[in-house]
């Protein structure tokens, strides 16, 4: 018995999602994320696009589709009248006055918007070029819903880059090849960094920065170098301090502003400030603007004050460095570490902190029902590949020790990869025109990817205007056809010559 062939689609017709939509069309608009599929496919009649100040708009590249926090969509390639064409990003929303009652408007992450797009016209003169939706559609409202709900998150045509054709033309070796060498440049300019610092600071001064940049993440990284810049100028501790950790956690956190006024007493926040309240005199003029940190976006288990706490234990630790130089140097030696490198690698970073924060995301939130990690096995994998093992290349490098440069390459190489993002989902789309690659991933994967994006998109815009590598990738392609060719007519050739047949000499006339 089958089933009936209507089944399916009648699941759909009654879904949630379906009658939220129908309901918000109902009620003369449709859902941000409607129309942000609309913009992103293009589904519009693009030759017909004008501004609310009527001006003519021609979507050169509609952008890529930011899934984190800020615009929704990035590096758009727009012209608005007779003036020039200009890379930046693209704001929708469903009414012009999410412009101000959004917060876009003061906010330094949408300085970059040159076009803000919405359902409805605006009311009044809006604060930056506006495109209205509603009447610019290609499709009638109800074949464009079925199409959202259907195909849309069908990969846009806009992302793949001009390399694209060539790159899915490299066999799975080629393409190997060309990432490992990328990732070998990306370790390489990693470690010229910490190269530079620890000739300057120490090497254990520039680990420590590094260390604290990587605990910043994306969004805090340069106030956590600063704390990291500060702490030889710092005096050390007394010499009857009770509990380093404790001592260390006050001083990060005081001195990035991050103390709670006047917390509570019997608090863990109250312990820090009646430390940092002995100090903060003293430190007063290395003290950070509270303004620095970014807490918008910043998931809660990875909250600045967590991550000082982090710090705090590694300072604290006399161990923690020496124990870093003993993984390594039992790697090169071959004892137990060299069976497991990351493993091991993992056992010597992990720190463990005061047992309130595995229940705390910070000094004053609630507890958490169960405990949390201070720190995941993805982020101490990132920092393997990008703090640890740079700055020991950069060690061995200062030394000219070209065997433990090669060993450290090699293990680099075969790392385990790290944790996916949206910048490597777009390099995949943009370069092989799938999420997926041929190849074992691996953290090098993954580092290749970054460095391409590095040296060639983020030197161009969304339509790849004088980008290098299609040039590159196509004449090296050229290059082995030719070389297989003349390959082919040299064996053809020689196979011509084993098969002419040599007669055996004749009778002797004499």
Known sequence: MSLPEWLYLGWRKT????????????????????????????????EQLVTAGKQPVRILHPGFWNREAGPDFLRAVVQIGDADPKSGDIEIDVHSSGWRSHGHFQNPAYSNVILHVTWNPPEADPPLPTLALRELLDAPIEELQEWVDGDGELQSPWVAGHCSAAMQSFPPEWIGDLLQQAS????????????????????????????????????????????????PVLDPLPADTRNRRDAWEARLLGLAGLLPPEPKRGTRARLLWDLWWRERAALSPF????????????????HPQRRLALAAAWIADDDWEPRIKAWFQDVIDGGPASQ???????????????????????????????????????????????????????????????????????????????????????????????????????????????????????????????????????????????????????????AASDSVEVLPPGPNPG
């Not at 949630?16 to 941000?32: V, W």
């Not at 604290?212 to 600063?226: I, V």
């Not at 490198?341 to 992990?350: D, I, Q, S, Y």
Request: glycine content about 6%; proline content about 6%.
């Open 287 to 302: 003290a950070l603007p509270p303004f620095l940190w970014r807490l918008n976006g910043v998931r809660p288990v990875n």
């Open 15 to 46: 879904s949630e999602t379906q009658l939220q939509l129908n309901e918000s069309l109902r009620q003369g608009a449709p859902p941000e994320r409607w129309l942000q599929e609309i913009w992103a496919h293009q589904r519009l009649r693009r």
């Open 340 to 494: 497991d490198p990351e493993g091991t690698l993992m056992v010597a970073l992990r720190q463990e902190t005061d047992g309130f924060w595995r229940r705390h995301y910070t000094l004053t939130a609630r507890p958490l029902p169960s405990p949390v990690p201070i720190l995941g096995a993805g982020r101490l994998n990132e920092i393997a590949v990008n703090i640890i093992l740079p700055w020991l290349w950069a060690r061995a490098e200062a030394v000219e020790d070209v065997p433990t440069l090669r060993r450290i390459e090699a293990m680099f190489l075969q790392w385990s990869p790290g944790e996916d993002n949206t910048t490597l989902k777009l390099a995949r789309a943009r370069f092989f025109g799938s999420d997926e690659l041929p190849l074992r991933k691996t953290a090098a994967v993954q580092q290749g990817l970054l460095q391409i994006v590095r040296d060639y998109c983020r030197q161009t815009d969304a339509t790849c205007s004088n980008c290098a590598l299609p040039k590159c990738l196509n004449q090296f392609l050229s290059l082995m056809a030719a070389d297989l060719a003349a390959r082919k007519a040299a064996a053809l050739s020689a």
């Open 184 to 231: 070998l440049v990306r370790l390489r300019t990693k470690a010229h960094v910490f190269g530079v610092r620890g000739r300057a600071a120490g090497w254990g001064q520039s680990l420590r920065e590094g260390m604290f940049r990587a605990l910043g993440y994306k969004h805090n990284a340069w106030p956590m170098q600063r704390l990291a810049e500060i702490l």
